[in-house]
């Protein structure tokens, strides 16, 4: 099993940056890792994605431009640095790791509890 554990959440104001690290352990980083979100009142939503073997990208559109995911497979780490910031962005961010390269949710078995980031005007 794949254990995840998200950092790096917190409280900034509009037009400011932000960078999550999530830090898998237990079996090897053999997975898709990707983030989630989910605001106040909305349904879970992918943000970004990375393929372990070559590094190839998915990005939410709305997102695509301001926030870049990474990672280093050294340490295990992935990592989503998110700039121009706002407060739409408000969410609890999710990291997850799965066998297949899809914006689907459901097909990621594993997931961090979470850090929040809040985004003030």
């Known amino acids: 099993q794949v254990q995840l554990k998200e950092s790096g959440g917190g409280l900034v104001q509009a037009g400011d940056s932000l960078s999550l690290s999530c830090v898998a352990s237990?079996?090897?980083?053999?997975?898709?890792m990707s983030w989630f979100r989910q605001g106040p009142g909305k349904d879970r939503e992918f943000v970004a994605g990375?393929?372990?073997?070559?590094?190839?990208?998915l990005f939410a559109d709305s997102m695509k431009g301001r926030f870049t995911i990474s990672r280093d497979n050294a340490k295990n780490t992935v990592y989503l640095q998110m700039n121009s910031l706002k407060p739409e962005d408000t969410a609890v961010y999710y990291c997850?790791?799965?066998?297949?390269?899809?914006?689907?949710?459901?097909?990621?078995?594993?997931w961090g509890q979470g850090t929040q980031v809040t985004v003030s005007s």
């Open positions: 997850a790791a799965g066998r297949l390269f899809i914006r689907m949710s459901s097909a990621y078995p594993f």
């Open positions: 237990g079996r090897s980083f053999d997975y898709y």
């Open positions: 990375i393929d372990y073997k070559d590094g190839d990208t």
